[in-house]
């Protein structure tokens, strides 16, 4: 019974994804937001920031909000506001805010990276030297704690990948 409930939670969330499809289908884009105005905006590679001509209702992105909370066994209403979540099928991480933290509901989608580097990725391209690499390979291996920091979308989460893949 419990996994036909989440099958027809999965066929409606791709019914409720619908207006998005051809964005999170897009290799080229790498994150979709939706502003409170109801304007679906994207970061594309080569391109930037850019308004689509996509328009979710309050009611459209409620709906998808739930849904996706309800795949991931959670809730998002008044009391519990934001939503941090994976979009089941895309696997692209999603970030939710419904009222009463905003006027409307809004979120942003981050789509997987579809290329993985590693760390020898980095050294080969000059980003970072030999010696540091060795000193986050060796404090990965002695399980030691390791900070990362940057703006949005600098590489935070691809460098993480790279740095503990080493140890796979």
Known sequence: MENLTNQRRIASLHSAVAPLR???????????????DGRVWIDEIGC?????????STEEAERMIRLVAA?????????NPSLAAKL???GARLQA????IVDRPVFALRKP????????????????????????ELAVKSRK??????G?????????NAVIGKQE
């Open 22 to 36: 051809h964005l999170l289908e897009n290799d080229s884009v790498t994150e979709i937001m939706l502003n409170a």
């Open 48 to 56: 930037g920031m850019s308004c689509t001509d996509v328009v979710m």
């Open 71 to 79: 795949t991931s066994n959670t809730e998002i209403n008044e009391r």
């Open 88 to 90: 089941p099928g895309w």
């Open 97 to 100: 805010s419904v009222p009463p």
């Open 113 to 136: 990276a579809r290329m993985v580097f590693t760390l020898d990725d980095y050294v080969q391209r000059g980003i970072i030297s030999p010696e540091p690499a060795r000193l986050l």
């Open 145 to 150: 704690n390791i900070l990362i920091g940057g």
């Open 152 to 160: 949005t979308a600098s590489g935070k989460t691809t460098f993480a």
